[in-house]
Structure formats: structure tokens, C-alpha cells
């Protein structure tokens, strides 16, 4: 996972997302369910949130911006992107695992001026486990294990290791 960790089932959301008309939905049904948060901008993290952000934005009637990682792989607003001071921002991913690259993304937010009003993503493989700080809404809510490396059972078994992410 782009978390580090190690476990069997992957969410590739990016084939779902291939499909305009698929991608167009279900940013339309993410956004129906935090309409009510008023946000005035969605800020999600490059790469996988890309698509489902713009849509997301799309539906709400907003700008769609991204973060991205710098060569010291640190998180942050590039390309001329800026928040305004108080500006209402959504952060939007494609999927939850640990919430890292969420909270990275809010904490760009919040570094650039803007106040983070929730987060919304198409799954939470967490099995909702997850604490943002911030509200949140999925579309998805799985319960798929994680395994730190050295303790991964299908390391154990000499299962040979995937990496279909983008880190």
C-alpha cells in the first residue's frame, strides 16, 4: 500500500475512474452527502485523488485543486495553486486506508490559509475506523487488514508482493 503497509485486497479505484460517466457519478454522489458542509474549494492529494476530487468539485460547483509531493516527498500546493485566508475547503481522496495522505492533504490546507470543513473519499477500507478531525462521508465502507511488513502473514507465506499503487 502507499502507506507502507501490506495486505490482500488493493481498491484501484483509478479503473472505476477511467469512465468519465462512472467518475462523473460518483463525484456527484460524494458530494450530495457533504453539500451541507458549504465548502467553497476541494483540495485532494496527488495522485489518486485527482479525478474523484474534480468531480467532486464539479457537482459542488467549485474549484478542484491538488497537492503534490516535491522532490524531498514532502505534501504541498504547487502549479500556482492558493487558498484564500478562511477559505472552506473539502479535502476529497479516492481511498481511505490509514488516513495519512488525508490528513497530510488537510494539514496543506490549513497551512495555506484555508479552513478544512471535512473530508469525503469512495471508500474507507478502514472499516470506519478512521479519526480525521474533520467530518467525513464515504461512499464505500470495507474492513480489509493491514500488516505492518514484518508481521505481513502472506510475507510469512512467500507470497510474492504487488505494489499496483503510486508510491
Known amino acids: 500500500m502507499s502507506s507502507g503497509l501490506h495486505s490482500n485486497g488493493y ?17 456527484a454522489a460524494l458530494a450530495a452527502r457533504v453539500a451541507n458542509l458549504g465548502a467553497q474549494a476541494v ?14 468539485a464539479r457537482a459542488l460547483g467549485v474549484r478542484a485543486m491538488f497537492a503534490e509531493r516535491s522532490a524531498s516527498r514532502v505534501l504541498e500546493l504547487r502549479r500556482g495553486f492558493a487558498l484564500a485566508p ?28 484555508g479552513v478544512v470543513v471535512g473530508a ?14 474533520v467530518p467525513y462521508q464515504t ?15 502472506l510475507c510469512r507465506e512467500n ?4 505494489k499496483p499503487g503510486s508510491r
Open 120 to 133: 469525503a473519499a469512495i471508500v474507507d477500507r478502514s472499516g470506519g475506523l478512521i479519526d480525521l478531525g
Open 139 to 153: 461512499l464505500v465502507q470495507l474492513s480489509l487488514p493491514t500488516y505492518q511488513p514484518e508481521i505481513c502473514p
Open 43 to 56: 483540495l485532494s492529494p496527488a495522485l489518486g485523488g485527482i479525478v474523484i476530487g474534480h468531480e467532486v
Open 11 to 27: 481498491m484501484q479505484s483509478a479503473l472505476v475512474l477511467q469512465h468519465p460517466r462512472h467518475a462523473e457519478a460518483l463525484g
Open 86 to 113: 478562511g477559505e472552506r475547503i473539502l479535502v476529497v481522496e479516492d481511498v481511505l486506508t490509514t488516513g495519512g495522505s488525508t490528513r497530510e492533504t488537510i494539514d496543506v490546507a490549513r497551512q495555506a490559509g
Open 159 to 162: 507470497i510474492p508482493i504487488l
